[in-house]
């Protein structure tokens, strides 16, 4: 599947400059629900800038952090979580602060990620991998999900975190953090152009012969 994918569309390296602190991206997951990534991004960036620390950010009052939030999907529950997770943190921690999980195992510190309200299986997934932590640890979107229940690899109705139980073990044990980064936004440019919730173009699909959903529906045609 990885090979059929980088035939598609080419390689996705991520450099070292733009690898981030777990706590930016604890806080870009946490504001970024149905919002594209660039855009998440900016608005993390610009959080940071504007308060000069995240737990500045924790004290703003939640109008304010609602209007600063609002290129994002839903600024009024972006601000809510990303309080209440804040909060949370630095209860728990006395300071943002999760230099901890380094001393962690990878699942165990995605179930201690868990633990602060907004935080699920993909944020925690993405908390570990997609930042200097550079764990292995699949990050599943909706797109990612989708694709594999279509596939058959995971059960139909699975959730996030069932999805993760079971295709954690089918991921290549050669593969470091980079390869678990780069094969999840690979799956997610398939679940964009080809693989999409409606009107799927599997017959024109990368993945085809992989897949028994699509085989099924060309098949019908």
């Known amino acids: 599947m990885q090979a059929l994918l980088v035939q598609r ?3 996705i390296e991520r450099a070292a400059v733009e ?3 777990p706590e930016w991206v604890l ?9 594209k990534s660039e855009i ?9 800038k504007r308060y000069g620390s995240w ?40 300071a943002v602060d999760l230099s901890h999980l380094t001393e962690m195992e990878t699942l165990e510190a995605m179930r201690w990620l868990e633990r602060l309200p907004g935080v699920g299986r993909k944020i925690a997934a993405g908390v570990m991998n997609a930042s200097t932590l550079d764990r292995r640890a699949i990050v599943l979107d909706g ?52 693989c999409r919730p409606a009107a799927p173009k599997c017959s024109n ?9 699509g085989l099924g529906h060309v098949g019908e045609r």
């Open 143 to 194: 797109h990612h999900r989708r694709i594999l229940q279509r596939m058959g690899l995971v059960p139909p109705k699975a959730s996030t975190d069932r999805a993760f139980e079971a295709i954690m073990p089918a991921m290549p044990d050669e593969w470091d953090g980079g390869d678990f980064d780069e094969h999840h936004l690979l799956m997610k440019k398939l679940g964009q152009t080809f």
């Open 27 to 35: 806080v870009q997951g946490v504001i970024g629900a149905r919002t």
């Open 55 to 94: 737990e500045a950010v924790a004290d703003a009052p939640l109008e304010e952090l609602q209007n600063e939030l609002s290129t994002q999907t839903y600024p009024n529950i972006a601000a809510e979580r990303l309080k209440d997770s804040l909060a949370r943190l630095i209860e728990l921690r006395g």
């Open 19 to 21: 690898w981030r602190r």
């Open 40 to 48: 998440s991004n900016a608005a993390t960036d610009q959080l940071l």
């Open 9 to 11: 569309f080419g390689r």
């Open 205 to 213: 699909c990368l993945a085809l012969s992989l897949c028994s959903t």
